[in-house]
């Protein structure tokens, strides 16, 4: 079985180097990358200037706060978008028109960072240079220092913070074209095959006093760090870690993600390595050791294709 997996992987090394393709942002969302309480909320407000998109606000959101709605900063910034006080009280929207502008509340918060998003684009359009990332450096900066800068300024976590929002948005959009193979994935596999008949552990993430032993998101973790990428050590986390390729897309190293929850990534309890043929390496469970498995079963949620840029871009703590 391990002759014919390394055999797997050689075709698919073959296949990268002649497919082709660009990911593109787009203007819809990947099947259940935003939680389902907030996925029309964000196409819906992500669509209401040329300059925004669902993805770019998504990315936004959950760089801003996982998800949270009742999340305070230690800047007291507050709620799902992080709002400071000062900033609400200027920019925040009765989104849902109950009469309140509530922080806590995402059907405001989220209509308010796309308007103020939306505001940022029309203060820094006269400014050189890609139009969203002007907005983006003026959300994290100030829209003076884009416009006195001529573009996105020369500081450090500005810079950063454009990179990585627009890296993250590239999994929470749907991909439009085909998405390409990622050089490191052959590794991941071979590592997640040296592994084969390693009892499982919850918890484990395959240090010595573990015995080496792995539960399912740390084996891929492990995987993924011996090709020099660093992911989320849980699986809902590592699903933001790339773009999403459909079913019939998959190629050997894609993670594939298992819901209860078919509409909500955050949901996700379980992450396995694809490897062809319909088949992920995986550490089960309790009592089991880590195996092949089949990939088809009822709670089968989607697959992430591992980018170091999209690695790079998820937040520490979501």
């Known amino acids: 079985m391990g002759f014919v997996m390394l055999l797997v992987v050689g075709v698919y090394l073959v296949a990268g180097n002649i497919m082709g393709g660009l990911t593109s942002a787009g203007r819809g969302l990947s099947k259940g990358a935003v939680p389902a309480a907030y996925q029309a909320l964000v196409q819906k407000w992500g669509n209401l200037c040329p300059q925004l998109t669902p993805a770019l606000l998504a990315a936004q959101l959950y760089q801003e706060s996982g998800w949270n709605p009742r999340i305070v900063s230690p800047a007291n910034a507050q709620g799902i978008a992080q709002f400071i006080p000062g900033t609400w009280a200027i920019y925040g929207i009765d989104g849902n028109g109950d009469g309140k502008r509530d922080v806590w509340d995402p059907n405001d918060a989220i209509p308010s960072a796309a308007s103020y998003d939306c505001q940022l684009a029309k203060d820094v359009k006269d400014v050189p240079g890609n139009v969203s990332d002007n ?184």
């Open 135 to 318: 907005m983006l450096a003026a959300y994290n900066a100030g829209a003076y220092r884009v416009i006195k800068a001529g573009g996105v300024p020369g500081i450090s976590e500005t810079q950063n913070y454009v990179q990585r929002i627009n890296s993250l948005a590239k999994s929470f959009a749907a991909p439009v074209t085909r998405i390409d193979p990622t050089r490191q994935a052959a590794g991941a596999i071979a590592f997640a095959q040296s592994k084969l008949g390693t009892p499982y552990l919850w918890g484990g993430e395959g240090a010595a006093e573990q015995g080496g032993r792995f539960d399912c998101s740390g084996l891929t973790q492990a995987a993924y760090a011996k090709v020099g990428i660093s992911l989320p050590r849980v699986a809902n986390d590592q699903y933001n870690a790339g773009p999403h390729p459909s079913r019939n897309q998959l190629l050997p190293g894609d993670l594939v993600f298992f819901s209860t929850d078919p509409a909500d990534s955050r949901a996700i309890h379980h992450v396995g390595i694809y490897v062809g043929g319909g088949y992920m390496i995986d550490a089960p469970r309790t009592g089991a050791v880590i195996r092949f498995d089949p990939v088809d079963t009822a709670e089968y949620f989607g697959a992430t294709r591992v980018t170091e840029d999209g690695a790079k871009a998820l937040p520490t703590t979501v």
